[in-house]
């Protein structure tokens, strides 16, 4: 026969969901599975900041490349690279020149826009390729002509 606080045996009776050292055990075993949880979230960001520095590790050789690659390029080719800075001034002219069109045309016909597929496809046909090949011609030129600017290139 066991005994209890209370004095009384517990072999006749079952231990209920409301007995306090249920009760505890339960706890304790929440406790147990919550330091579990934490400790598998705490190992996962481990691995995540390691994850992230090996991604940071990565971009900077890969940007260090890209910068030794751009520097012996324009070593092989000083001709080009002080006729690309003239070429970018005049074709952000151009560029600003056909955004001022683009804008003016949307202003004169606005209500067609809204209204008409027609419209907007002519609209888009009109500015949309020029535009894109434009800006593409100017993403080339601006690494070229800024990087020929600095005084140590």
Do not use: K
Not at 78 to 100: F, K, N, P
């Amino acid at each position: 026969m066991e005994v209890s606080p209370t004095g009384q045996g517990s072999s006749g009776s079952a231990a209920g969901p409301n007995d306090p050292i249920v009760l505890l055990h339960h706890l304790v075993n929440l406790q147990n599975q919550t330091l579990d949880v934490l400790r598998q979230n705490l190992e996962m960001s481990r691995q995540e900041l390691e994850l992230t520095r090996e991604i940071v590790q990565v971009n900077r050789e890969q940007r260090a490349r890209q910068i030794a690659e751009l520097e012996r390029w324009q070593n092989g080719h000083q001709r080009v690279l002080d006729s690309s800075r003239e070429a970018l001034g005049r074709l952000e002219q151009v560029h600003a020149s056909l955004i001022g069109e683009l804008a003016d045309y949307v202003e004169e016909n606005h209500e067609n826009l809204l209204d008409g597929d027609f419209a907007l496809s002519d609209f888009v046909d009109r500015f949309g390729p020029r535009l894109a090949h434009l800006n593409t011609m100017l993403a080339v030129l601006r690494p070229l002509a800024v990087a020929r600017s600095r005084p140590d290139a």
